[in-house]
Structure formats: C-alpha cells, structure tokens
C-alpha cells in the first residue's frame, strides 16, 4: 500500500514563528501535493510539485512555500505564521491510473494551531 | 468561481436505506471524476472514480453515475452502514498530459447514517 506519512499529526504555534511541515511518500510518486481543509471550504491547494526541485502555486499560495530537494520529501514552510493560517493540512502524493488518469493518495493531516 | 459544487453540505441516511450524494461541475472540459471520503483527524482516502467515457461505475455498495450532459454526478451508497459517516469530497480534473494537472474539489458532503 502507498504510505504518505506526515510528521506531525497537531502542532501548536504563535504567531510569526517559521514553520515545516513535513511529508514523505514511499512509492517513488513523482507529483507531491500541499492542500489544507477548512470547514466548509473543502481542499484548497496551496502547492504542487511535479519533480524534484520544481514548484508550482496552487489556488491559495499566499503566505506559503514549499521544497522539494528529494523525491520522496515535500515540505511546506510557513514564513511567519499567522492565526488565519490554522488548518487542517493534508499532503498527497499521486500515480496515474490504468487509463492515465491521476489518483491522489494522502497522509493523515497535520492540525496546525496558530495561537 | 466554485467549478465543482456539492451543493448539500450534510446529509441523514438511516442504516439500511440508500444514501445519494451530487455533485455538479461547471468546466466542460472536466474528464475524470473522483469521490473520496474522509474520516475526522485522517486524510481522505479514494473510494470510485469514472472516467468521462462511461455513464456509470460499480464497486461492491458504491456506484458512481455521470450525466455529462447536465453536468452532474452522483454517488449512491447501497445499502448505508453506520460505517459510511463522513464527509464525501466529490473532485474533477480536465485531463491534462500526464505530470501536470490538478485535482479540484468540492466542499464536501457530510453523511450521517443514523443505526
């Protein structure tokens, strides 16, 4: 089974602290994802990734950043966190399926408190 | 602009009975759909998906219908077990090359099946 593990399942942080969140896959996907859930706003995405050392911006970038110096590591950084930035945050990674479509497999989340 | 809408935020079902989730997308170039299900505190898991091909997909209880023409997708659950309470995420991707494409979601839908 593909196995997306991130590090931290609740993390609590203050205001303007860096933060990493830290996401590993274990079946060599080449495209990694950085999404966060709200309720009712469902999954935005913040990044994606579709090779080592590549980015692109998703739908809510701002405030964000992301690394990708190993395929099977994708990290999102928070610069200064700010309290509007506590969320739910879901990694994923993808294989394409048999009709070369691409299905999405995710870690557990990461709750991350901003105080 | 919200281009995958799942317009019931919740939804009761009694155990036993059917359970029919919609889903309604405005980009017609939307090619794949996808239904995943999530847990409270984990990360949503992939339950069906069907390609723009077909009008229907089965797996065991679940089965996915596509109405292209109306734009408009459903998830039936037969028979619901109390099992099955969780927010279902309806998702769409407009079949970009491989490598290079993106998912993108609705807000959701909590089912609730009542023992």
């Known amino acids: 089974d593909v196995k997306v593990t991130q590090s931290s399942r609740y993390l609590v942080k203050r205001t303007g602290e860096k933060v990493f969140l830290e996401c590993v896959q274990d079946m060599d996907h080449e495209n990694m994802f950085w999404y966060r859930q709200d309720p009712g706003l469902g999954l935005r995405l913040i990044y994606f990734s579709y090779d080592v050392k590549m980015k692109e911006k998703g739908d809510i970038p701002e405030g964000y950043s992301v690394s990708r110096e190993k395929k099977e590591r994708f990290s999102l950084i928070l610069e200064s966190a700010s309290t509007n930035q506590t969320s739910m945050y879901l990694c994923a990674s993808s294989s394409l399926t048999g009709d070369n479509n691409e299905k999405l497999f995710f870690g557990s989340g990461t709750q991350l408190s901003v105080l | 602009d919200q281009q995958v809408k799942q317009n019931s935020p919740s939804l009761s079902v009694q155990e036993g009975r059917i359970s029919i989730l919609n889903c309604d997308y405005t980009?017609?170039?939307?090619?794949?759909f996808l239904w995943y299900k999530k847990y409270p505190a984990e990360g949503p898991t992939f339950l069906i998906s069907?390609?723009?091909?077909?009008d229907k997909n089965e797996d065991g209880r679940f089965t996915v219908f596509l109405n292209k023409s109306a734009k408009h997708l459903s998830l039936h659950i037969v028979p619901s077990q109390p099992g099955d309470s969780a927010v279902y995420f309806c998702a769409a991707s407009a079949g970009y090359p491989a490598g290079s494409y993106q998912l993108t979601f609705g807000k959701g839908t909590k089912l609730s099946v009542i023992p």
């Open positions: 980009n017609s170039m939307f090619d794949y």
């Open positions: 069907i390609s723009s091909i077909k």
